[in-house]
């Protein structure tokens, strides 16, 4: 009894001792890219060409390359959306100023995916 009562608190110990510093399985980053279509691949590089520096845009595209990957086949959870001519796929890096003006797009009426695409692409 003795035994099985130590087993237990050592597994115990253990378990909230990986909890506690994040070593758990589900805390390891994954080293899988999100597979996505050639069409979805190519709206995530070309939205890229959105960003408002030169930095922003060359860091968008090194992401897409590090977390996504061409499969046969479009990612039907990737949230791939167009307003006023421009395809966006997944989330954007919306800077402060692109947040304001989602916040006041909205405020205005705007549909939040609709205004998040606009601000990326116009502000």
Not at 41 to 46: E, F, P, V
Not at 62 to 73: C, G, H, I, L
Request: net charge positive.
């Amino acid at each position: 009894m003795k035994r099985i009562i130590a087993a237990v608190a050592l597994v115990m110990i253990t378990t909230a001792g990986l909890v506690a510093t994040g070593t758990t399985a589900q805390a390891q980053p994954s080293d899988k890219k999100t597979p996505v279509s050639e069409a979805q691949y190519q709206t995530l590089l070309n939205q890229c060409g959105y960003a408002n520096t030169g930095q922003r845009r060359a860091d968008c595209r090194a992401t897409v390359r590090e977390n996504y990957e061409v499969s046969s086949e479009a990612n039907p959870n990737l949230d791939c959306r167009a307003y006023s001519g421009v395809a966006v796929c997944g989330p954007l890096p919306l800077s402060p100023a692109e947040r304001r003006c989602v916040r006041s797009s909205v405020e205005g009426g705007l549909t939040y995916r609709r205004a998040e695409v606009e601000c990326y692409a116009f502000s």
